[in-house]
């Protein structure tokens, strides 16, 4: 599989990287997006408050690092989110639905985790494709 565009460095509108990985790997056509905190990138503290204000915050991150491929949520094929407390699944797909509209709604996968990193309410990663 051909790599390219591995990016070490961080996205100027996104937070950096909280360790030894990739904001995005672009192969074959695909860019892959990791997992992604509410972590405001002006500041580099995770958001507080509720489940809705981290995933805002997530995916304006999000938008960022797209941004950054030349691509935007429109592109995105697939998501994976994965929520500390399912409890928040409506909270969150509130506002998941308001970043994502239309007919072409990206495959998508919503699971609970025992813990997040930073103690974080939601992580959310996603696949673009150019």
Do not use: H
Request: glycine share 4%; proline share 5%.
């Amino acid at each position: 599989m051909a790599r390219k565009a591995l990016k070490k460095t961080p996205v100027s509108e996104a937070p950096k990287a909280i360790g030894p990985y990739s904001q995005w790997v672009q192969a074959n056509g695909f860019v892959f997006v990791s997992g992604q905190i509410a972590i405001d990138p002006k500041i580099g503290l995770l958001v507080d408050g509720s489940v809705a204000r981290q995933t805002k915050q997530v995916f304006e991150n999000m938008k960022a690092i797209l941004a950054e491929s030349r691509l935007s949520l429109r592109d995105v094929v697939k998501v994976e989110v994965f929520l500390k407390d399912m409890n928040d699944f409506s909270a969150m797909n509130e506002v998941y639905a308001s970043y994502f509209m239309g007919k072409n709604l990206p495959a998508r996968q919503t699971i609970q985790a025992a813990a997040l990193p930073k103690n974080a309410l939601v992580e959310i990663s996603c696949i673009a494709a150019k």
